[in-house]
């Protein structure tokens, strides 16, 4: 399997700006990590392709966490990204499947919901945190993402996000792109940019034809008009460890923690975005109690 990367590129003598990202083999590994099932796959999928180009808007050390919860049987869907090209997600009910919509896509909108939010926090270091709340309009999440950036960070925005999935339920192809006008763009630019949106294929056809993040920008934007200013690797990745779920343990408290030894004979711990188990013995746990 190839790569998962993303560019960044400006546009249209810098009055656009540009992401894209491959990422068939960062929704994989969450699919192997959730056994989600192919509905949940494309929301899950989705929203971590969004999350990884959000996440290449910030600084190296910032990070961001996406909620979104339209109400869906899906329940909530929580991504983490950040300017690494990290990104690790979960969603409640990952083994959620419907019969394909009236377009032949997954319905996602029906897994999702459309009754809810979306909400990003963005870390930017120093305590100091953005957060952001707009409505799902949608359900099918580029539409939502594209109402958040126009809403809620006052960015005219196109969002295209897509997820293929084998009959096997493995991921056959997954990725997106994000086109950003800055201030004082043109109305030509505008005009030129939604006859290319409006002729283009849906993005996860693209992938799947073998198109790589720069010719999907190419697509959406025209050939000639495009800058790649950046390329980065991006992956599946999450940051638990012993240590992190000894600290939220602790914070149980003594009584609590007398009833995992008494009762249990120990703790198992498991992490909601990569499903990583830790154990904790009984002199592991007495050692976490307060004196
Ligand atoms: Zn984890």
Redesign the pocket.
């Known amino acids: 399997m190839t790569q998962d990367y993303l560019v960044r590129a400006l546009a249209f003598n810098d009055e656009v700006r540009a992401f894209s990202v491959r990422s068939t083999q960062t929704v994989q590994v969450a699919q192997d990590k959730h056994y989600t099932w192919p509905t949940a796959s494309a929301a899950l999928g989705r929203s971590m392709t969004a999350g990884l180009m959000m996440g290449s808007m910030l600084k190296n050390e910032e990070k961001l966490t996406i909620t979104i919860n339209g109400g869906g049987p899906i329940g909530q869907i929580i991504v983490d990204a950040n300017g690494k090209g990290e990104v690790?997600g979960y969603v409640t009910n990952p083994q959620t499947h419907f019969d394909l919509n009236e377009h032949g896509k997954l319905d996602v909108a029906r897994a999702v919901g459309t009754e809810g939010s979306l909400n990003v926090v963005k870390d930017i270091g120093m305590r100091d945190f953005f957060t952001g709340s707009t409505p799902i309009v949608s359900g099918e999440l580029g539409e939502d993402f594209t109402y958040y950036f126009a809403t809620s960070e006052q960015v005219p925005s196109a969002v295209g996000l897509g997820v293929l999935v084998n009959p096997d339920n493995t991921i056959k192809a997954a990725g997106g792109f994000i086109i950003q006008l800055m201030p004082g763009a043109s109305e030509e630019t505008i005009s030129a940019i939604e006859q290319h949106l409006g002729a283009m294929e849906p993005v996860s056809k693209l992938i799947d034809k073998g198109l790589s993040p720069e010719q999907v920008l190419e697509e959406v934007l025209g050939e000639d008009n495009i800058r790649i200013i950046d390329r980065m690797d991006v992956e599946f990745k999450?940051?638990?460890g012993k240590e992190k779920f000894s600290t939220a343990i602790k914070g149980l408290g003594n009584a609590e923690i007398d009833s995992m030894i008494k009762e249990d004979g120990g703790a198992e711990v498991e992490?909601h975005?990569?499903?990583?188990k830790y154990h904790f013995s009984v002199e592991e746990l007495e050692a976490l109690k307060e004196a």
């Open positions: 690790r999450c940051n638990c992490c975005f990569c499903r990583e």
